[in-house]
């Protein structure tokens, strides 16, 4: 497997549908625009496809919130020890990268109907997530603390990871979005 990947060229106006999984990916969702989508194989087995919002500035146009959806395919059968197996080694990974970060537990906030997709899967035993908060550097905006959820989701299989990203102070914004996001992703087949 590569570990840079390769670009797949898909139209900006197009859905891009991973026949294997059954995850559909749409040009956009809400405010999010669809960005690259990266192969990590030449079968197209594991991917990430990228999402974001920007808002516009005076001269430039702001990342505000960037999301990375992976899906992947497991490795072996046995479910519930192969997940935390693989959560913990998302996690220390996480933590070696940025030892700064503050790792604390914990899901988005709920939707009209009361829990986020997230709070779904995961009661459902289908995954785990955590948020963690690191201080990068936004654009003209200088040094933010950052919240990035990261959420591990699977089904017989596959994996399905998120990495989202957005300054902290644009939480009560973004919370829809994110949910929404997931929502309609949803989970491989």
């Known amino acids: 497997m590569a570990i840079t990947g390769e670009t797949v060229d898909v139209p900006k106006e197009q859905s891009f549908l991973h026949s294997l999984s059954g995850l559909e990916f749409p040009p956009e969702i809400i405010a999010f625009d669809r960005g690259d989508i990266v192969s990590y194989d030449r079968n197209l087995k594991s991917i990430r496809v990228s999402y974001w919002i920007v808002r516009a500035g005076d001269d430039v146009r702001q990342q505000e919130l960037l999301a990375s959806v992976y899906i992947y395919p497991r490795i072996s059968d046995g479910w519930s020890p192969e997940l935390n197996t693989h959560w913990e080694e998302l996690m220390n990974a996480v933590t070696a990268l940025y030892p700064e970060a503050l790792l604390t537990s914990g899901l988005p906030s709920p939707l009209e109907d009361g829990r986020s997709p997230a709070e779904q899967w995961t009661e459902a035993n289908y995954g785990r997530g955590t948020i963690l908060s690191i201080n990068t550097e936004w654009h003209?905006?200088?040094?933010?603390?950052?919240?990035?959820?990261?959420?591990?989701?699977?089904?017989?299989?596959?994996?399905?990871?998120?990495?989202?990203?957005?300054?902290?102070?644009?939480?009560?914004?973004?919370?829809?979005?994110?949910?929404?996001l997931m929502k309609t992703i949803g989970l491989p087949k």
């Open 140 to 180: 003209d905006r200088g040094s933010l603390e950052t919240l990035t959820h990261l959420y591990l989701f699977g089904t017989n299989e596959w994996y399905l990871k998120y990495r989202i990203s957005y300054p902290k102070d644009e939480w009560p914004y973004t919370e829809h979005h994110v949910a929404a």
